[in-house]
């Protein structure tokens, strides 16, 4: 998904009051407006006509009904703990720093503040935050917990009293208007009995605070119906707890090989030591049940059981290797067969896009070639293809504009390239989604762009994305090297090779060095 088509999501399905941000984080426009309104839909296609490259500022307080604590240190996530128990279900993102955990808008002005906590500052009205999936000096903001899949959390009591005591605005609730006033009774309770079982108090002081609150509303709110709010909140709770099972049962369809809870825990997000215990003794509970096994001789090591097999029918086999032709010489390395999957996983501007229309002009005259893009439509197609210097009717294939469900569409006999698989939460689930590309294939290869950060061989998802693929690439700034690589073509192993390159007018790639191991020059 492009910054605009999320921008524009934020703004429509959300009502996030979404400016243009640069790449230092400051606004492109005037914004004060914004902090009151919605701008239009038209007015954010016309930012980002301007401003292609922008990144996406959303901004908080009572315009978008959301506020956002930003962690920035682990200092800032230990000292929040005390104010704020982070669950499964957090609407969080990942920052190039840290976090930010986005929280429903209190219904009361909390001002931006800095310092409050060491390494945690928070935005509420009058400010804004960087959102996915933007990227300030090449590493992406993604969603760890999506506002697309679950509704933000209410900002807890003990965090408003905090920060508005820091802010010094705070004044004691009055009851007979605002928060527990006639219309906002009913929520404010169980908001309030929710809260309370959360932070493990006894259920009978529950019922006890919730019968005052109750007597204070305005008018008062019968005492009956606070008993019931009690039991509706606890189990609530209930359901939570169940649902860290739930999610590791999810986490379980896609992985492979061996775990630790550890693994399971950082990719769920669950940051609370209160979680991490929970997912401790679910991932035991599993493994007296036999759903799991723990690894002998390991501590907190688990592997998966998985007794499906299937049959390789060695004795007719059809067909032969695939007559591929790469970008950088690749077909030197390795032979690419009928069902391969590759995955080219690279940087922001290190040239996917370019690698993988590089591989449709070498192929378009051999193979059925059908191009996956999320984020080009034809304008930008034609503009990127005449870059080549070739006639346009010369191109041969198919061009489609798609950005999830690519096991839908998949071609089973033919190239089939996806420029590139959009995921910005839940990224152990990169696996599964290449495993389903890989599943709809017969003869045929499937190509597959993940975005990557620096510093790293890995795509997003990390080690879920490699398991199914026969060629695993990592693209950076005028560097590729190869991660994994199936069926030598010699005796030489591709595994760790790497190359310098120079990508010039945004098509032409360039080889600099010839395939060589890094420890003997290069980068």
């Known amino acids: 998904m492009s910054n605009l088509k999320a921008a524009l999501y934020y703004r429509e399905k959300l009502n996030y009051s979404v400016i243009p941000v640069g790449p230092n984080k400051k606004p492109l426009v005037e914004w004060k407006e914004y902090q009151e309104i919605l701008p239009s839909p038209g007015e954010i296609r016309e930012w980002w006509l301007k401003y292609p490259e922008a990144n ?127 219309g906002r009774r009913d929520s404010d309770l169980f908001h309030t009995a929710m809260m309370l079982t959360r932070g493990r108090m006894p259920e009978a002081e529950i019922r006890e605070v919730l019968s005052k609150l109750a007597a204070s509303c305005s008018p008062p709110f019968p005492d009956d119906e606070v008993q019931i709010k009690v039991s509706s909140a606890m189990q609530r709770a209930k359901v939570r707890e169940h649902g860290i099972k739930q999610s590791v049962t999810e986490w379980l369809e896609v992985a492979f090989g061996r775990f630790t809870v550890k693994d399971v825990a950082n990719d769920l997000g669950l940051q609370a030591v209160e979680d991490r215990n929970k997912l401790s003794v679910t991932l035991s509970r599993m493994a007296e049940e036999g759903i799991i096994e723990k690894v002998l001789g390991q501590n907190a090591v688990y592997r998966k059981k998985d007794e499906k097999l299937e049959e390789i029918d060695f004795r007719n086999v059809k067909g032969d290797y695939i007559d591929l032709k790469w970008p950088f010489a690749i077909e030197d390395l390795i032979l690419t067969m009928p069902k391969n999957v590759a995955v080219i996983a690279g940087e922001s501007n290190a040239g996917k896009t370019a690698f993988m229309l590089n591989l449709v002009r070498m192929n378009m005259d051999k193979f059925p070639i059908h191009y996956f893009s999320s984020e080009m439509g034809d304008i930008e197609f034609n503009t990127r293809l005449k870059k080549f210097g070739i006639p346009m009717s010369s191109w041969n294939f198919h061009a489609y504009e798609r950005a999830e469900g690519f096991h839908d569409v998949i071609v089973p006999d033919a190239l089939n390239i996806v420029d590139f698989l959009e995921i910005y939460d839940e990224f152990y689930k990169v696996g599964w989604f290449i495993k389903k590309i890989y599943d709809a294939l017969t003869t045929g290869v499937a190509v597959i762009a993940l975005q990557k950060n620096p510093k790293t061989d890995l795509g997003l998802g990390g080690m879920r994305g490699i398991e199914k693929a026969r060629l695993y690439l990592a693209m950076e700034a005028n560097r590729v090297k190869v991660v994994k690589a199936k069926n030598w073509k010699t005796d030489m192993n591709p595994n760790g090779l790497m190359k310098m390159y120079k990508l010039v007018n945004g098509c032409d790639i360039r080889d600099c060095t010839n395939w060589e191991r890094e420890n003997k020059g290069g980068y």
């Open 56 to 182: 996406i500022g959303v901004v908080t307080g009572k315009v978008s009904n959301i506020v956002v604590v930003d962690i920035d240190s682990d200092d800032g996530m230990s000292a929040i703990q005390k104010y704020i128990s982070i669950l499964p279900t957090t609407v969080r993102s990942k920052t190039p720093k840290g976090k930010h955990l986005w929280f429903k808008w209190p219904g009361v002005t909390i001002p931006n503040n800095a310092g409050l906590f060491a390494g945690c500052d928070f935005r509420g009205d009058g400010g804004y935050v960087v959102a996915p999936p933007s990227k300030i000096n090449g590493v992406i903001y993604f969603w760890e917990v999506s506002p697309m899949v679950h509704d933000p959390e209410i900002l807890p009591p003990e965090y408003i009293k905090e920060a508005t005591l820091f802010s010094g605005s705070y004044s004691p609730p009055r009851l007979t208007s605002g928060m527990f006033a006639e």
